[in-house]
């Protein structure tokens, strides 16, 4: 099949999907950028793609259904396992020790870039799971795809949408039906979904842990960095972030320190 976009147009929608939101499309992602505004012609009935540019630039509701199918949402249930270890095995036990310092007993995560919720609901589980009797948590998940928000926000996953979830985990909480698994009323309560595009400031301040994995390899330099810094204000003096275990802010003028557990790398905030 022919192409749709000639290098004109290409440049356009390159230049205002980065412009709303910092991802970044080249030469070697191109084909997806292409194949997923063919869907968006079909769906709103046009013959051209120029018709298509004048709708996205005049109607802010087709921007974010654009971008909302141009982004990425590959995600599972308890990815990268040694990330989680190290949030059990060393992030949680320092949080708790700060925490008694202040008297603060709640603990405040982000999971930015959250797709269709598997991250957040995993992040709940452990904290439901170790966090001591007296704390408790909550977590925010956001996403600049409204299409993935509205499945987390549901939690209803198919039966091969679950694996990876430990039995004790999938008996506690979530109710089997007869196409998938709902996550349980209590577990959805302790998670906050919301429309987030990562170039602007989430204004969340005083969060002990940020979890934005696998969407930093999306943005360019320059939107890295905006990005990095705003997670930078938003966590509190003690406080540690997580990317994706093929990412590194190696090289970035960040302030944040890097830090290697005996389970998993990540970075950390100590003011």
């Known amino acids: 099949m022919a192409d749709l976009l000639n290098d004109e147009q290409f440049d356009k929608f390159r230049k205002v999907i980065y412009d709303e939101s910092g991802i970044t499309f080249s030469a070697t992602n191109r084909s997806i950028l292409d194949s997923r505004l063919k869907e968006r012609l079909r769906e709103k009935q046009l013959q051209s793609i120029d018709d298509y540019y004048k709708l996205v630039m005049s109607d802010q509701g087709e921007m974010k259904t654009m971008l909302d199918s141009v982004t990425t949402n590959l995600t599972r249930f308890f990815r990268n396992q040694p990330h989680f270890d190290a949030l059990v095995n060393y992030v949680i036990p320092h949080i708790l020790e700060e925490k008694k310092k202040t008297g603060d007993n709640t603990i405040r995560i982000w999971s930015a870039g959250c797709s269709t919720g598997e991250e957040p609901y995993t992040i709940a589980m452990i904290l439901s799971d170790v966090l001591p009797p007296s704390y408790k948590f909550v977590v925010t998940a956001s996403d600049i795809s409204l299409k993935s928000l509205m499945v987390g926000q549901q939690g209803f996953y198919a039966n091969n949408r679950v694996d990876g979830i430990p039995e004790k985990y999938l008996t506690r909480f979530f109710t089997k039906t007869e196409t998938g698994y709902q996550v349980n009323k209590e577990l959805m ?83």
């Open 189 to 271: 309560s302790k998670i906050h979904f919301d429309y987030h595009n990562l170039r602007n400031d989430s204004g969340a301040r005083n969060l002990d842990v940020i979890f934005c994995r696998n969407v930093l390899i999306y943005f360019d330099e320059a939107a890295q960095l905006t990005t990095i810094n705003h997670f930078w204000n938003s966590l509190g003096p003690h406080s540690y972030l997580y990317i994706g275990h093929s990412e590194s802010l190696f090289g970035m003028n960040t302030k944040f320190e890097f830090l290697k557990t005996q389970w998993a790398c990540l970075y950390q905030k100590n003011e």
